[in-house]
């Protein structure tokens, strides 16, 4: 069942990526810090570091992100009892679609903020519904960009993101952003379906190895702070900025 499941996203986001336009590609082919090339099945064509971009998923994958068996397939409970937060803590969920992670960190720092912060109007439209319903004081949606999650400067605890990183359309300069919201012992939690499994049943663009993760992270200032193997399908990857 659980391959199954896996299985089914996978097709759903090579579904959404296919009818998709091409808005991640910049204009500019002759960038610097991008590569070109045609573009695979789950694919946008552009090339960081190596890897291809894989396509993001829209709202209407909403349903899968709250399904019923999450947490038994990824353990949702243990990656929130470990991390790195207190009660007071803020902290940025970048690429927060409808909230799953979102709201219930905001019940571990009642004290402090969460920014759920997205791209999409439809995931900001359910963001802010579910915002209404689950009456949460301490969250703010936040309207980014590709490029700018525009969090305030020096604010952020931890800025966590959940089988997002990899959907990134420019990591460079979102990674220069999230470096300058966060405050100075800040730190980044990446999760990121493990590609060193072959068992784990993830269209490969939507997979990242540690190694590819560290080389991405290090070219934008930052380094590996702990890495851990506890979730089944996931990495827990932390990273603090290099000083």
């Known amino acids: 069942m659980k391959n199954y499941t896996l299985l089914a996203l996978s097709l759903l986001i090579s579904q959404i990526g296919c009818t998709q336009t091409n808005k991640q590609k910049t204009k500019n082919q002759t960038d610097t810090i991008y590569k070109y090339r045609t ?113 305030p400067a020096n604010s952020i605890d931890l800025a966590i993101m959940v089988d997002v990183y990899h959907e990134l359309a420019y990591p460079q300069e979102m990674l220069s952003a999230l470096a300058k919201a966060l405050k100075a012992n800040g730190k980044i939690l990446l999760l990121e379906y493990r590609e060193e499994d072959p068992e784990i049943a993830i269209k490969p663009l939507h997979k990242m190895s540690v190694k590819q993760v560290n080389k991405e992270m290090e070219a934008n200032g930052f380094k590996l702070y702990k890495r851990e193997e506890f979730l089944p399908i996931q990495h827990f990857l932390v990273y603090e900025k290099i000083r």
């Open 39 to 151: 573009p695979s099945r789950d694919g946008t064509g552009k090339i960081y570091q190596g890897r291809e971009i894989s396509y993001v998923m829209d709202a209407s994958g909403a349903s899968w992100l709250e399904r019923n068996n999450r947490n038994e397939e990824e353990n949702t409970t243990l990656a929130m009892d470990k991390l790195p937060i207190n009660n007071k803590s803020v902290v940025a969920d970048i690429g927060a679609g409808s909230g799953y992670y979102s709201f219930k960190i905001a019940q571990k720092v009642k004290e402090g903020k969460v920014y759920a912060v997205e791209i999409q109007d439809d995931f900001i439209t359910l963001l802010k519904k579910n915002q209404q319903e689950k009456v949460f004081k301490n969250v703010e949606v936040i309207k980014g960009t590709e490029q700018n999650p525009n969090l």
